[in-house]
Structure formats: structure tokens, C-alpha cells
Antibody, heavy 117, light 108 residues
Framework: QVQLVESGGGVVQPGRSLRLSCAAS????????MHWVRQAPGKGLEWVAV????????YNADSVKGRFTISRDSSKNTLYLQMNSLRAEDTAVYYC??????????WGQGTVVTVSS | EIVLTQSPGTLSLSPGERATLSCRAS???????LAWYQQKPGQAPRLLIY???SRATGIPDRFSGSGSGTDFTLTISRLGPEDFAVYYC?????????FGQGTKVEIK
């Protein structure tokens, strides 16, 4: 079935790096734009980044610009989020999501990132 | 960046009642690409409505979306016990996505 599975979360010190992965299955990954969305503990949803179906365009939220990089490997059906210079305010559940008509129709279960010394 | 403001913050209703949730945008939403999601504790969000008024696959017809430009509404015609949750609106345009702050629908 159509599925997204995130991995790579964990506890990391401020200033360090982490790479999240999102494995896609059950659909033609290379045909869809993909997004990362996060949710801080007890807070609402925040859009983080988007990558086009072919990887040619990428955009980030201002809150992560210059620190986070979205990428994809269609040969592996996998989406990535490289997170550098992590801050306490980056602590959140990170979700990957498939784009459909500028909405997010398929979501992963999320991976938890905790930035703490 | 388009700011989405949802109201009310909390809606206290009984099962069987009608719920009306509002989402107002700070500027016109491009192409009326406005979506609604339901989220329950410990779960990922679930897409309900896209394109302001189109129901996503498998969504019951008691959920409906309406509106255009800057004012959008999600209506749940008769609340079932499984509908008590937090609801978010969302738009994506000009290479930026934004969500509203959410409306919690709780049992009265």
C-alpha cells in the first residue's frame, strides 16, 4: 500500500547535525513533489521544505533557511532532510508528506528530533 | 508569506451537532489551494479537503469545505464520536506553505 516511513530522528546537541530519511513505497515516487512538515511538542504544524518531483526546485521555510537542505534519491525512493546547526527550537516531530494539488495527501508516522545539551 | 487565522480556537459541541470551522487568509490564496486536515493525539494529520472543496479519498460526506479568496470554511454536518480532534487549514503558494494554528473540536 501507499506508505511513507521516516527514520533518523534522535537526541542531538545544539549546533550538531542530523539527517532524516523518508522511504516511499506503493506509488511512483519520482512523479510527486514531496514536503517536510514539523510539529513542536504541544504546538501546531509548521511547513519546513519542499522539493519538486525531479529535484530541480527546492524551497525552505525562513526558520530553517541556510541550515536545512531537502533532497531526494528516486533510485532509492527516498526523501532526505539534512539538518545542520540545530537549535533547541528545532525540537519536533518531523513528518514527510506527499504533495497532491498543493495539499499533503500521504503522511509518514513521523520521527522525533530532540535538540538538547 | 500568507498567514492563516483559524477560529474559534476551541469548539465545544455534542455528538450529532453541526460544526463550522473558519480559516481566514491574510491575502488571497492562489488557485484556492486551501486544504483541511484532522489530527488526533499521537497521530499524523489526515487530509480531509483539498482545493477548498474537494473531499480526499475515503473521507465521509459529512465533511465539506467551501470558500474562496481569503475566507474558507470546513463544515462537519453531524459530529460522530470519532470527529473530536484538532483541525488545521493549510495553503501552499509562492514556494511557501503555511498552516493555521488549529481549531480543537471537543466534546461538550
Amino acid at each position: 500500500q501507499v506508505q511513507l516511513v521516516e527514520s533518523g530522528g534522535g537526541v542531538v546537541q545544539p549546533g550538531r547535525s542530523l539527517r532524516l530519511s523518508c522511504a516511499a513505497s506503493g506509488f511512483t515516487f519520482s512523479s510527486y513533489a514531496m514536503h517536510w512538515v514539523r510539529q513542536a511538542p504541544g504546538k501546531g504544524l509548521e511547513w519546513v521544505a519542499v522539493i519538486s518531483y525531479d529535484g530541480t526546485y527546492k524551497y525552505n521555510a525562513d526558520s530553517v533557511k541556510g541550515r536545512f537542505t531537502i533532497s531526494r534519491d528516486s533510485s532509492k525512493n527516498t526523501l532526505y532532510l539534512q539538518m545542520n546547526s540545530l537549535r533547541a527550537e528545532d525540537t519536533a516531530v518531523y513528518y514527510c508528506a506527499r504533495d497532491y494539488m498543493n495539499a499533503f495527501d500521504i503522511w509518514g508516522q513521523g520521527t522525533v528530533v530532540t535538540v538538547s545539551s | 508569506e500568507i498567514v492563516l487565522t483559524q477560529s474559534p480556537g476551541t469548539l465545544s459541541l455534542s455528538p450529532g451537532e453541526r460544526a463550522t470551522l473558519s480559516c481566514r487568509a491574510s491575502q488571497s490564496v492562489s488557485g484556492n489551494y486551501l486544504a483541511w486536515y484532522q489530527q488526533k493525539p499521537g497521530q499524523a494529520p489526515r487530509l480531509l479537503i483539498y482545493g477548498a472543496s474537494s473531499r480526499a479519498t475515503g473521507i465521509p460526506d459529512r465533511f465539506s469545505g467551501s470558500g474562496s479568496g481569503t475566507d474558507f470554511t470546513l463544515t462537519i454536518s453531524r459530529l460522530g464520536p470519532e470527529d473530536f480532534a484538532v483541525y488545521y487549514c493549510q495553503q501552499y503558494g509562492n514556494a511557501r506553505g503555511t498552516f493555521g494554528q488549529g481549531t480543537k473540536v471537543e466534546i461538550k
